[in-house]
């Protein structure tokens, strides 16, 4: 029994002396000392998105913060960002509101701060392809902008400015003393920019971003303070109101279960703090009497179009000889190639194409038209620069018989074929073109292919059989050959001062 009793001190000796060694390792590589349970903590396992919130004795605590008027949408995972709806071209208001603590930021008390508020892509992968997306759409929409200032509607902004080579961006001054909420209108849609469309296909996201600067030492406004931004998706007039009733019966339809993964609707989004967009903010002087000259106010913006001078050179003619016929030249200046829009009626489009010389007008492509002023004015202005003009209804050859002329009857029959007259001089014909197939056009265009006054033509005759002559009517026309041949020859009118035409 003592022998027993000894062996199991033995194995329990040895039990503890084994687990102490196997501890003895624990702690080693974080340092020879003792180690505390905040140094375990550290460790890379125990790191979770617990490092993005702000450390003890700070206070997360904008200096502004802005709402927009627009409900978010129900179908939105926890912990996802907000998705909000908004239709194309209707006013949203976007409230700006001065977050301050009482002493915070005293330099700003009692100035103004500009704001800039975009639309931007919201994917990355279209972030930077944006200058190329934005020049296609500017393509597709000549003369629209991304972005809009509903100015009547808008309370408390000041000194409003667009800049024509930014269509989605607009800026303007406020004080954070005073209500401020600027009303936005996005024109562009969301299926604007995916690859297929087919219909049916998913948009992309837009971002709508605020960034709001102060003033430096020097007047402009180039101080960063805050920015902020939220998620939206665009869509053609009423189609939001209808994707967010889609959203919330689809919410209806889930279990309670399932519903506690989503976010509930609210009926405003409240923008998220975001860093700054990257762009350099345009100088901004408080005290200039008048904007700055890259800047019109939103009445006055035009569309921008590309710059000709990069396709082809700054011609300087003098615009005496490129527009004279109803061709244009490639070597047509800028002034000259707007003469000629105006002389072939499309003066609307003179504005669109302000800095366009001749060559620049005659690289666009018939789609590219067609984009630029629509399928109507777009195919009509292509044939002009094309030269296109309308086929003839009926072309006849004509020539004129000399006074001196004796040809015998069963002469004249055959002259349509011959190729001299009786003194052996060949006879000359002209083509005449008849856009209507009526005798007043025969004879006005032989009035004007030979010279004669229109009004002193009395009467056009065809010479029939046995040398009678047959009055030419509107249905004898529309039953000439196309490309007949005539000798034609004019006769005194009685009892007038005109003349008659006779067709042989």
Request: hydrophobic share 30%; charged share 20%.
């Amino acid at each position: 029994m003592a022998w027993v009793l000894k062996m199991d001190e033995v194995i329990e000796s040895g039990l503890v002396h084994d687990f102490d060694a196997s501890l003895s390792g624990i702690g080693q590589e974080l340092g020879a000392g003792a180690y505390s349970m905040s140094d375990v903590l550290a460790l890379p396992i125990f790191k979770q998105e617990d490092s993005s919130l702000p450390l003890d004795g700070e206070t997360e605590h904008p200096p502004f913060q802005y709402v927009m008027c627009a409900a978010t949408s129900p179908a939105v995972k926890l912990h996802d960002e907000t998705l909000t709806y908004l239709n194309q071209g209707q006013s949203y208001e976007i409230r700006m509101l001065d977050n301050r603590k009482m002493g915070d930021m005293p330099e700003i008390s009692g100035k103004l701060v500009k704001s800039i508020i975009r639309v931007v892509f919201h994917d990355r992968r279209l972030q930077y392809t944006e200058h190329q997306q934005l020049e296609g759409w500017k393509w597709n929409r000549p003369g629209d902008r991304l972005l809009d200032l509903d100015i009547p509607m808008s309370v408390g902004i000041i000194d409003t400015r667009t800049n024509p080579s930014q269509l989605n961006a607009v800026e303007f001054l406020w004080d954070p003393a005073k209500r401020t909420s600027a009303f936005i209108q996005v024109h562009c849609i969301s299926t604007e920019f995916t690859p297929r469309k087919h219909g049916g296909e998913k948009g992309v996201p837009f971002r709508i971003q605020v960034d709001t600067f102060k003033q430096n030492e020097n007047g402009e406004y180039t101080d960063h303070l805050h920015s902020a931004s939220c998620q939206i998706k665009v869509f053609k007039p009423k189609g939001a109101d209808r994707k967010q009733k889609t959203d919330r019966e689809k919410m209806e339809k889930r279990t309670a279960h399932e519903k506690e993964k989503y976010q509930p609707s609210y009926d405003t989004t409240i923008l998220t703090e975001c860093s700054p967009w990257p762009d350099a903010p345009t100088a901004y002087v408080n005290n200039s009497p008048s904007p700055a000259p890259t800047f019109t106010s939103p009445q006055q913006s035009t569309c921008s179009v590309p710059d000709s001078n990069s396709s082809s050179p700054n011609h300087q003619g003098d615009g005496s000889t490129q527009v004279s016929g109803e061709q244009i030249q490639p070597s047509a200046t800028i002034q000259e190639t707007q003469q000629w829009l105006l002389k072939n009626r499309f003066s609307s489009y003179t504005r669109l194409f302000s800095n366009f010389s001749g060559a620049d007008l005659l690289k666009l492509t018939k789609e590219d038209l067609v984009q630029i002023c629509g399928a109507a004015d777009g195919i009509r202005l292509y044939n002009s620069l094309k030269s296109r003009s309308v086929r003839p209804r009926l072309t006849i050859y004509v020539c004129r018989e000399q006074p001196s002329s004796t040809v015998l009857q069963g002469q004249q029959q055959a002259a349509g074929s011959a190729s001299e007259n009786g003194s052996g001089a060949p006879y000359v014909y002209h083509a005449i073109y008849l856009e209507e197939m009526i005798a007043s056009e025969v004879a006005r265009k032989l009035a004007l292919v030979f010279n004669i006054p229109f009004h002193q033509i009395n009467q056009v005759y065809r010479q029939g059989p046995t040398g009678i002559h047959i009055l030419v009517s509107d249905q004898m026309v529309q039953n000439f050959q196309d490309e007949s041949c005539f000798l034609f020859s004019t006769v005194k009118a009685e009892n007038s001062d005109g003349i008659h035409i006779i067709l042989k």
